[in-house]
């Protein structure tokens, strides 16, 4: 008896009680559904945070010194230690391609012309390659040394006027103190160019560290630069160097030994006794470089743990399905004991009988497979929709699911087709 | 074996005879031992067409399940087509049962979510006979039993009379050496029961070995023989006349019970194709 015929017959069975059928199926197909769904959204989620990182920004290497001990995100524990001298001896080695110090500069509102709306901890000071080149809507990089700013959309667009290249803000920061900047560039995204800044769209001015930085931390004492409001009070003897709590070092390439390449002579660098950095650096005070992509792999590692929970609980349903299929085919089997009689009777082998009630219940479990897929697929991509994520297709869960739903049949159907088959013909033929 | 020419040398081999018991004994190991057939010996010849009767009880249903080879004797042999049933292995048990035993039974016992010429392909579906060689076998034997106009009927929607048809039909599709019923008329009104019993007795004629379990005289009459069974052993055998025996060695049946077979002439009412 070939395989076709085992499917023509269980289909036929199957079809004979469709609403049982159904009904058992749907165990599988919520359970499938549940699985699929939150592997979309966990998938779509990754990608939504991941996906951020454009290639550029791939080869950069975001560095901090902090005790090595300190657990936590970016700039965790971090201390101002980084000199201006100390990032221009990391930019001159061969390797890196640039380092530029990188910090927040507290501000209390922006004015263009009359108009002035509010804004904290908006001024990003770094370097001009800080904002690519490509994540330019319009307009250039600004110049070091230049009262220049890139602003992004979210900063444009909270003036009755939209901001546009060539105007002149005026920066009023913490101490009172105001600065202009001209604009001469406007990003494609409100989002954070780095995982320093984090990635959620807030108005965020881009200014040099050169004159803007230095002339705070030199007027206020070095006071909070950090993002998280760290308060480094480290420059207090603001005599000469200004002190950065980060720093942005880009690789040649976004090749993974030109990135270890750049690290290791950032790190090196920065720890060498010639460093104003070392004279802080210590046992309890270590150089940390690292890219966006590993930054993220601490919360990539969260939100799989979480995925991984999630999934565990729906996996549960899973096995309520199958629970559901053994039940349904050990009813069947009793019900259908005449039929497995004359079966029998009239030459069907154990294993044809097997075969049969197995068919039957991998069906079953496929077709719940392939039902619980597309519904899952349906609300993960719903969700993704109303979380506004991308839409991610995991294809390799579909056919995960597909390879799930034989695997529940088999395992479901194995005791019933077994006593199936086992099946004196005598007595079933006598069952009324 | 399913083809009809690898059967018919078979048979020529086994002399002519299609089921052959010898010292035959049952026993069921319930609370004290039942001794459902107690020494058993019994030939049936090709081509004939055997009736057995008794009362509950007697050992029918425990002769019928060893003779299609549903079950095996606690002593004695059992010889189905040549092959010693009790030597067989229980996959190669069925495979004499798919193709040298035909069944048919009072409750008619037909897939109920197959058609007609489904049921009647069933059997050759279990012996890997293709697709569209099943179809034209179950055509050519649904059109013998006259249900040509009925192949894509449901069980459900046949009447008794068809259904046992069907069955008729099912158990000669592997052309089996023999036919065993049980009780075939017994779920059918009188008109339908002689109409069954004329297509047996149509069928007997073309050469089908034929066993007959039942408990009604009229039905067991149109046989050539009657073995009648009391408490598990042959009480007698009663030979009937005047019914066409194409050949073979007459009937040859040993008992034990030591009863004179007793020799009636055959008074049925039925005429029909019976007589010649």
Redesign the interface.
Known sequence: ??PI?HLRLAW??I??HKLRSALTTLGVVIGIAAVIAFVTLGASLQVGIVGDISPDDQRNLYGWAADPDTEGGPLAGAQPVFSQSDLETVADLESVDAAYGYATIQSQAISDGDERVAQGDGVIAAGPSYVREGNLEEGRQFEMGEREAVINPATAGQFEENVSVGDELEITFLGGQGATVDVVGITDTSEGLSPFEGFESSPRIYVPTDPYYAEQAAGMGLGDVGPDGGDGDGGGDGDDEVRFLAAVVEAESTAEEDIDDARDAAVASLESDESDASEFLGDDLAVTFQTSTELLQQLQDVLDLLQNFIVGIAAISLVVGSIGIANIMLVSVTERT??I??????????R?VLGLFLTESIILGVIGAILGTAVGLAAGYLGAWYVDLPLVYPLEYVALAIAVGILVGVASGLYPAWRAARTD??DA?RHE | MATGTDAETDREAETGTAVRLENVRKTYRLAEPVHALDGVSLSVPRGSYTAIMGPSGSGKSTLMNLVGCLDTPTEGTVIVDGNDVTTLSGRERTRLRGTEVGFVFQTFNLMPRLTALENVALPQLFQGVSGDERRDRARELLARVGLADREDHLPSELSGGQRQRVALARALVNDPALVLADEPSGNLDTETEADVLDLFAEFHDAGTTLIVVTHERHVAERAERIVHLLDGRIERIEQLEGVGVEGGPGVDAEYESGTVPESKPRNGPTEGDDGE
């Open positions: 008896m070939n015929e036929r069975s079809e004979g005449r039929e009689g004359i079966m029998k009777a009239v030459g069907a082998q154990n044809d013909p005598i033929l």
